[in-house]
C-alpha cells in the first residue's frame, strides 16, 4: 500500500495553514540526503523557504526514485510523456489532484509546494506530482479497570483515552494504522481499509472472518466521527512538486463493546498492534503525537500532568 514511508512524517504545530498567515516552515522536508537514497537536496536558508522571497539563483537537484519511474499503479508519469496532460487543483478522472488547502500555483506544467522551497524537483518517493494523499484513521475507547469503570489519571483526573496503534516493522516506532488514498477511493474507506488491514490483518483473512469483521466495523466507522486535521504534512519524502497531505480522523468506541470484540492482529506494514494510553509521554514517529493531542483535547481526555500556561476564563 505504499504507507510504509509514512515512518516519516512530521508536522509542525504551526502548519495549521490560516488564511491570514501562511507563516509556515519546513523542518522535515529539507533534511538530507533524501530518504532511501544518497540524493543531497540543495540547501535552503530559512529565509528563502517562501516562494514570495525571490531568489534568482536557486538551481534545486531534481530526482525521482526508480521505483517511481518504473510507472507503478499508485504513480503519475512524468510531466513531459506523451499523452499525460494532468488536470491540476481538480479531480482529474479517478486521482485527488485538489490540495486540502486550497489552490497551489502550477509553474512550467509542474505544482509548486505550497509550503515553500524543499532543494529538490522532481517527485522523490512520491507517485503524484502535487499532493499526495493519505488518511490516518484513530480509533479510541476508554481505559476501563476490570470492573468496567473508567480510569482517570491520578495527577489530572481526567480519564485516559487508549488507540489503536501499531508498531511498525521498518522504524520500529508506534503510529496511527494510516496508509494512502487509492484512486477513486472515498477518505472514509481509505481509513477503514487501513484500519482493518494493519490493525486487523484483514488481508489474511477467510471470507467468512472478513465478512464477521464488517459487520462489527460497520457499527463503528458508521457512527459521527471527528476530524482532527486536513492538510499539508512536512515530510521529508516532499519536493518541490510533490507533496504528503492527510486527513486525520477520530472514531470513538463510547462504551468500548464494539472494539472489545475485535482481534488486534498485525496486517503487513505493522510488527505489533495494541490499545495505547494517550499521553504525552508517547513516543510517536511524525505528526501523530500532534493527531492524538488533539483527539485528547476534543474529548477532553487526559494528555499531560504538566497543565503549562493556561487560560482560565
Known amino acids: 500500500s505504499n504507507s510504509s514511508a509514512n515512518c516519516w512524517s ?9 488564511s491570514y498567515s501562511v ?21 535552503v536558508p530559512e529565509d528563502k523557504v517562501g516562494w514570495l522571497t525571490e531568489w534568482k539563483d536557486y538551481n534545486p537537484v531534481e530526482y525521482t526514485a526508480k521505483s517511481v519511474l518504473a510507472g507503478p499503479s499508485w504513480a503519475d508519469p512524468q510531466i513531459n510523456d506523451k499523452g ?15 490540495s486540502l488547502n486550497g489552490l497551489y500555483v502550477v509553474e512550467n506544467g ?18 503524484r506530482w502535487g499532493p499526495n494523499h493519505a488518511a490516518d484513521p484513530i480509533v479510541t475507547r476508554w481505559k476501563r479497570d ?23 516493522r521498518d522504524c520500529g ?22 484500519f482493518e488491514e494493519e490493525a486487523l490483518n484483514s488481508l489474511q483473512k477467510s471470507p467468512e472472518e472478513k465478512a464477521k469483521l464488517e459487520k462489527q466495523l460497520q457499527k463503528l466507522f458508521s457512527q459521527e466521527h471527528l476530524v482532527v486535521y486536513q492538510g499539508y504534512v512536512d ?13 486525520a480522523v477520530n472514531y470513538h468506541d ?19 498492534v495494541k490499545w495505547v494510553d494517550m499521553s504525552e509521554k508517547l513516543e510517536l514517529y511524525g505528526s501523530h503525537s500532534y493527531f492524538i493531542k488533539l483527539v485528547t483535547e476534543k474529548r477532553g481526555a487526559h494528555w499531560s500532568e504538566d497543565p503549562g500556561p493556561e487560560c482560565h476564563e
Do not use: C
Open 23 to 43: 507563516k509556515f516552515y519546513h523542518s522535515k522536508a529539507l533534511t538530507s540526503p533524501y530518504p532511501g537514497s544518497h540524493v543531497e537536496r540543495s540547501q
Open 10 to 18: 512530521h508536522l509542525h504545530p504551526v502548519n495549521m495553514f490560516n
Open 146 to 168: 476490570r470492573s468496567g469503570n473508567k480510569v482517570a489519571h491520578p495527577v489530572t483526573g481526567k480519564n485516559i483515552l487508549q488507540f489503536v496503534a501499531i508498531k511498525r
Open 173 to 194: 516506532e508506534w503510529a496511527i494504522p494510516g496508509g494512502m488514498v487509492d484512486p477513486g477511493e472515498k477518505i472514509s474507506a481509505t481509513l477503514r481499509r487501513e
Open 235 to 247: 515530510d521529508p519524502r516532499n519536493t518541490d512538486n510533490a507533496w504528503m497531505e492527510t486527513e
Open 254 to 272: 463510547e462504551t468500548g463493546e464494539t472494539m472489545d470484540n475485535l482481534p488486534l492482529e498485525a496486517g503487513d506494514d505493522a510488527g505489533v
Open 84 to 98: 499525460f496532460s494532468p488536470k491540476f487543483n481538480e479531480r482529474d478522472g479517478e486521482v485527488e489532484r485538489k
Open 110 to 127: 509542474r505544482p509548486r509546494n505550497p509550503a515553500g522551497r524543499t532543494g529538490l524537483t522532481g517527485r522523490g518517493l512520491l507517485g
